[in-house]
């Protein structure tokens, strides 16, 4: 971990200084701490780098208001109260106790918000919020200390409402999270706020380069499509485009988002009215594939946030002028992207259930109450009830080998699965001696994500697997948890010692039930890495077919 300089600084000092004058910018940091800074110490990393910036306050004012963790890695900032910090010239100096408050409260978000407008005026006033990201349904980041509360989206309006943004516009507005670049979010935005920053995709725990600040001692007066684009430049540079991470950033003109969602909402409206059963099945077959963010393994595939522009290049041949318009609309109002996936991302995302079925109704209620495009909602619940109610099994669109160990008459559990449509006598993964299937997770240009469903110190999780062509028999990137959909940035990583259970799909092929259970829990002795073998000549083979509408079907086995 870089150096901790502000520590040098616990002593509290109190600024008499005035700011009748204006400044250039007033940039506020919600830095909702969470596992992020108990676990890993990731805000204090992001707090040195702002330290290490260079930015002279003559040109910005910069506000960080702390909490949300049950440990701050450092020794300046205390566990038991949200404080609002100033930085300036190098030094964090308190500037005010905001008590034991839950940084999953709007009204904690609203104080802050005014509390930089009143006391900090400026030219240019910038939000950026910093923790965790679950897209349009499960919203922002979670509080350790108040039961892992988080800001839907809805509070996030509530919150910018109240606190005036709607006469004092933001500059920008700005996530250091996962998976928040989302069209339903940019809507909101555009009420409160000019330019709009966010990942598509899931960030990295090292989230942005706060190097950025820096920048503005260049040219103080930039305005926030400017300082987006340094964002953006700085984040991908800091990883580089070759780099083993999921990497993804946008800048959005909001005085241009409102035509996309109403765009896509032309677009899918088409699609529900031409649903015929054929054309339902069509409308399916490309959704499985569009290109989607969040994805977990099958227990926790439930973010269902995909990228608009594919969405509608993906329908072109059906509805070519809505989806041409589609596309109009996000060039317009997308103005920088940058991404390493390996497909073409265009910058905004929206929620489209597929994945998340099993949790659908409750994501559909959520969505419905953010009065999105009218037309859109509409199709998601027509959408959801064609999913769920063609139960039989329609045209194949994906199939999977699946490794199976006997278990009693007619029961199997699933002890690998590959991506093949071939049978062979094909090594098969395991974790420290203990079988293992991969479930595909997403893939970028240089590398292939999968996840092993696990619980892990008595908590869920997935285990992270990287493939590429450095690492071509597999790397064990860490763990990634969720807590109430919303995802973490980067990995935790797995220690010597921690006690893990995988997570088997079992298949009474008698009864057609299928369940997952845990296997026998064991400890990492060294560490975790996967080992390639021949399968046991008890073992079956078998396939594992996924239909349009996303149900599963098993064939019989073979040996």
Same mark, same amino acid.
């Given at each position: 971990m870089k150096k901790i300089l502000f520590i040098l600084f616990?002593?509290?000092?109190?600024?008499?200084?005035?700011?009748?004058?204006?400044?250039?910018?007033?940039?506020?940091?919600?830095?909702?701490?969470?596992?992020?800074?108990?676990?890993?110490?990731?805000?204090?990393?992001?707090?040195?780098?702002?330290?290490?910036?260079?930015?002279?306050?003559?040109?910005?004012? /910069?506000?960080?208001l702390t909490g949300g963790t049950k440990k701050w890695q450092n020794d300046a900032i205390p566990e038991t109260e949200v404080i609002l910090w100033e930085f300036a010239d190098g030094y964090l100096y308190e500037k005010e106790n905001f008590g034991k408050v839950n940084m999953g409260n709007p009204d904690t978000l609203q104080d802050f918000i005014?509390?930089?407008?009143?006391?900090?005026?400026?030219?240019?006033?910038?939000?950026?919020?910093?923790?965790?990201? !679950? !897209?349009?349904?499960? !919203?922002?980041?979670?509080?350790?200390?108040?039961?892992?509360?988080?800001?839907?989206?809805?509070?996030?309006?509530?919150?910018?409402?109240?606190?005036?943004?709607?006469?004092?516009?933001?500059?920008?507005?700005?996530?250091?999270?996962?998976?928040?670049?989302?069209?339903?979010?940019? /809507?909101?935005?555009?009420d409160y706020a000019k330019v709009f920053i966010a990942a598509e995709d899931l960030e990295p725990g090292d989230g942005w380069?706060?190097?950025?600040?820096?920048? #503005?001692?260049?040219?103080?007066?930039?305005?926030?499509?400017?300082? !987006?684009?340094?964002? /953006?430049?700085?984040?991908?540079?800091?990883?580089?485009?070759?780099?083993?991470?999921?990497? $993804?950033?946008?800048?959005?003109?909001?005085?241009? /988002?409102?035509p996309v969602m109403d765009s896509v909402g032309k677009l899918m409206a088409k699609a529900r009215v031409s649903s015929s059963i054929k054309i339902f099945q069509d409308v399916a077959k490309r959704r499985s594939n569009t290109k989607t963010f969040g994805e977990g393994s099958p227990r926790d595939n439930y973010a269902d946030m995909v990228d608009i522009g594919d969405m509608a290049l993906n329908l072109y041949d059906l509805f070519p002028d809505e989806a041409e318009e589609v596309l109009e609309t996000l060039k317009n109002a997308v103005v920088y992207n940058r991404f390493n996936s390996d497909v073409e991302?265009?910058?905004?995302?929206?929620?489209?259930?597929?994945?998340?079925?099993?949790?659908?109704?409750?994501? #559909?209620?959520?969505?419905?109450?953010?009065?999105?495009?009218?037309d859109y909602t509409n199709f998601l619940f027509n959408f959801f009830d064609g999913l769920i109610s063609n139960k039989d099994f329609a045209e194949i669109i994906k199939t999977e080998l699946v490794l199976w160990q006997p278990r009693e008459e007619n029961v199997y559990?699933?002890?690998?699965?590959?991506?093949?449509?071939?049978?062979?006598n094909f090594l098969w993964p395991s974790l420290d001696e203990h079988p293992v299937a991969l479930f595909p997770i997403a893939k970028t240009e240089n590398f292939r994500l999968y996840?092993?469903?696990?619980?892990?110190?008595?908590?869920?999780?997935?285990?992270?697997?990287?493939?590429?062509?450095?690492?071509? $028999?597999?790397?064990?990137?860490? #763990?990634?948890?969720?807590?109430g959909g919303v995802w973490q940035k980067g990995y935790d990583p797995i220690n010597k010692n921690d006690e893990i259970a995988i997570?088997?799909?079992?298949?009474?092929?008698?009864?057609?039930?299928?369940?997952?259970?845990?296997?026998?829990?064991?400890?990492?002795?060294?560490?975790?890495?996967?080992?390639?073998?021949?399968?046991?000549?008890?073992?079956?083979?078998?396939?594992?077919?996924?239909?349009?509408?996303?149900?599963?079907?098993?064939?019989?086995?073979?040996?």
């Open positions: 616990a002593a509290i000092f109190i600024s008499a200084m005035s700011y009748q004058d204006k400044k250039p910018y007033t940039i506020m940091i919600y830095m909702n701490g969470s596992d992020l800074e108990s676990e890993f110490g990731a805000a204090t990393t992001d707090l040195v780098e702002i330290l290490d910036s260079g930015l002279h306050s003559k040109n910005a004012a /910069v506000l960080i005014m509390y930089g407008l009143n006391n900090y005026p400026a030219h240019k006033f910038g939000l950026i919020m910093w923790d965790h990201g !679950g !897209g349009s349904i499960a !919203g922002f980041g979670h509080d350790e200390k108040f039961d892992d509360d988080y800001l839907s989206l809805l509070e996030m309006k509530q919150a910018f409402e109240k606190a005036g943004l709607r006469k004092n516009k933001l500059e920008f507005l700005g996530f250091d999270a996962c998976l928040m670049a989302t069209v339903e979010m940019a /809507v909101i935005a555009a380069d706060y190097g950025f600040l820096g920048y #503005l001692n260049e040219n103080p007066h930039m305005d926030g499509f400017e300082l !987006g684009e340094i964002i /953006v430049d700085t984040f991908i540079d800091f990883f580089g485009m070759d780099s083993d991470e999921i990497l $993804t950033l946008s800048v959005v003109d909001l005085a241009k /988002v409102k991302l265009f910058g905004l995302s929206t929620f489209y259930i597929y994945g998340g079925k099993s949790i659908g109704e409750s994501s #559909l209620n959520t969505y419905d109450d953010l009065n999105m495009d009218e559990r699933m002890k690998g699965l590959l991506q093949t449509k071939e049978k062979n996840a092993i469903p696990a619980e892990v110190n008595k908590n869920e999780a997935d285990i992270v697997v990287l493939f590429s062509q450095r690492f071509n $028999t597999g790397k064990i990137l860490g #763990l990634r948890y969720t807590t997570y088997y799909i079992e298949k009474d092929f008698s009864s057609g039930n299928t369940s997952w259970v845990k296997g026998e829990h064991f400890k990492i002795n060294t560490l975790p890495h996967l080992t390639w073998k021949p399968a046991l000549p008890s073992f079956k083979q078998g396939f594992r077919h996924h239909d349009v509408y996303n149900n599963i079907l098993y064939d019989t086995l073979t040996n």
